[in-house]
């Protein structure tokens, strides 16, 4: 079943981008970092979607309001 993969690397390069296309079944990759040019080629040529640069906040919990 494909997954999103989340890193919070400052930056994946073709070394790691290998690693993740072998794993066979990730459909999108989001960073906190930078992804190299080498790795979103590789990212593109395997029709693995990713972005990169994403504030640590959006990862992070946050309880929710009582009324």
Not at 2 to 9: A, F, G, H, N
Not at 60 to 66: D, G, P
Request: proline letters at 3%.
């Amino acid at each position: 079943m494909p997954y999103i993969e989340v890193k919070t690397r400052k930056k994946i390069g073709l070394t790691l981008a290998r690693k993740i296309v072998n794993k066979g079944n990730v459909s999108a990759v989001l960073t906190t970092g930078e992804i190299t040019d080498r790795a979103k080629k590789m990212f593109n040529k395997n029709d693995i979607a990713y972005a990169e640069n994403i504030p640590d906040t959006e990862f992070m919990s946050c309880e929710a309001e009582e009324d």
